[in-house]
T-cell receptor
Framework: DTAVSQTPKYLVTQMGNDKSIKCEQN?????MYWYKQDSKKFLKIMFS???????INETVPNRFSPKSPDKAHLNLHINSLELGDSAVYFC????????????FGEGSWLTVV | QKEVEQDPGPLSVPEGAIVSLNCTYS??????FMWYRQYSRKGPELLMY????GNKEDGRFTAQVDKSSKYISLFIRDSQPSDSATYLC????????FGDGTTLTVKP
């Protein structure tokens, strides 16, 4: 029974398209995150939500819009995809918003061509 | 300058070796320190977590934190091929900042 699940796992799309990645956690955690990992393995936080409220919004282009319909779900919508958006996107959750003991999903591999 | 610097690797060791993975940091406000392990094509999984300076042991893994020197280490004893992965240090206070990762290969 997967704790943090995200779909799709692989996504290949053309520049200019709009795509969404969905995430769900069944751990009962209050806080959810989106992280981006580039080709050099650098993992950087994009957003965090605590009980559906946006807590952290790093310097991410406006083309990226998270949506949290409830505290168990955090989706990521990306408009007008660019080549530089190619990366692995990880959804994650933690019990509280302190940012420690984070549980990650399996990742969504996005390739923009 | 990055807040968290991690020894870049890659690191290749024979099975049974003791492995040392290291990170330094510059932000004195960091309150908690973690090590994650990431297998290829998988998400990071939490290995060790500590608040304080000193050592914390869990099986073959020991996490060491020296706040005065702003230095953390992860030691793996009796390393196994199944330990082959990328290891990420992380630390923070409110949000986690990750190191760039060290890729470890343990050869049978």
């Amino acid at each position: 029974d997967t704790a943090v699940s995200q779909t799709p796992k692989y996504l290949v799309t053309q520049m200019g398209n709009d795509k969404s990645i969905k995430c769900e956690q069944n751990l009962g955690h209050d806080t959810m995150y989106w992280y981006k990992q580039d080709s050099k393995k650098f993992l950087k936080i994009m957003f965090s939500y605590n009980n559906k409220e946006l807590i952290i919004n790093e310097t991410v282009p406006n083309r990226f819009s998270p949506k949290s319909p409830d505290k168990a779900h955090l989706n990521l919508h990306i408009n007008s995809l660019e080549l530089g958006d190619s990366a692995v996107y990880f959804c994650a959750s933690s019990q509280d918003g302190t940012g420690n003991t984070i549980y990650f999903g399996e990742g969504s591999w996005l390739t923009v061509v | 300058q990055k807040e968290v610097e991690q020894d870049p690797g890659p690191l290749s060791v024979p099975e049974g070796a003791i492995v040392s993975l290291n990170c330094t940091y510059s932000n004195s406000a960091f309150q908690y320190f973690m090590w994650y392990r990431q297998y290829s094509r998988k998400g990071p999984e939490l290995l060790m977590y500590t608040y304080s300076s000193g050592n914390k042991e869990d099986g073959r893994f020991t996490a060491q934190v020296d706040k005065s020197s702003k230095y953390i280490s992860l030691f793996i004893r009796d390393s196994q091929p199944s330990d082959s992965a990328t290891y990420l240090c992380a630390m923070g206070a409110g949000k986690s900042t990750f190191g760039d990762g060290t890729t470890l290969t343990v050869k049978p």
